[in-house]
């Protein structure tokens, strides 16, 4: 046995955090799925009437305006997924 109290007190710890902790990788991981769920659900409200906003913006038909709005969707999902892995090597 070893008189350290600094190996019995880590895997006390250790074993407190498994048993009955969350830790912090569960509170980021709850906080990555909220903001996702917010940022969807912003998106979800905006994607329907997309087409008609932009035909009365800019008096198109509606065609047109489909277009726009889908070229629109595109670059808002291709945008994050370019930036995402540079912005996250500048953080590192």
Known sequence: MSDDPAGATGSADASEAAV?????RGYAISFS?????IDTLGFEKNAPVMPDLIRELTGDGLAEAARCGGSLMFLFAA?????APILGNLGD
């Open 20 to 24: 009955g902790g969350v830790g912090a």
């Open 33 to 37: 799925l909220i903001t996702i769920l």
């Open 79 to 83: 945008v994050p997924f370019v930036a």
